[in-house]
């Protein structure tokens, strides 16, 4: 059985509000899985929804910056990432000014300086590991 994280868990992990892990999960970003009709349902989050949450927070803190985004950030933009995440192998996720987001294994001197906002998933997967002992 996969470790999986309560709501509280994953603010605390992610740093994002209670709102807005609940924005995303009825968004479909994240906590898919799980859904359970009406309200007053408790939500599990799996090790791969709490790597997204952080990936959020983390872009989240820039998206004044980011693709002229609200700090919410669009939820086309989350989810984006959010699959970007799921579907990429690498550790490095990468988000272009344009809103176009990748995952790689490693950093180009082209997406140096090129206003690229680049986020460590091997340091959030870390960080998880940490905080789930």
């Known amino acids: 059985m996969n470790p999986t994280l ?3 868990q994953l603010c605390e992990f992610s740093g994002l509000t209670y709102r807005r892990v609940d924005y995303y999960c009825r968004a479909g970003v994240f906590g898919r899985k799980n859904v359970s009709p009406g309200s007053g349902g408790r939500r599990r989050f799996e090790i ?7 990936a959020l927070s983390a872009v989240s803190e820039y998206g004044g910056l980011l693709c002229n985004q609200p700090p919410m ?21 990468m988000i272009e000014p344009s809103g176009n987001v ?4 490693q950093t180009d001197r082209v997406w140096m300086g ?5 986020v460590d998933l091997s340091k959030l997967s870390a960080d998880l590991q940490l905080s789930a002992a």
Do not use: Q
Not at 48 to 54: F, N, P, Q, R, V
Not at 102 to 105: A, E, H, K, N
Not at 114 to 118: F, P, R
């Open 102 to 105: 990748y995952v790689s294994t």
């Open 6 to 8: 309560s709501t509280p």
């Open 73 to 93: 950030l669009s939820c086309p933009l989350a989810s984006s990432i959010a699959e970007a995440i799921r579907l990429g192998e690498g550790s490095l996720l």
């Open 48 to 54: 791969e929804d709490a790597l997204i949450a952080g």
């Open 114 to 118: 090129s206003g690229v906002l680049i």
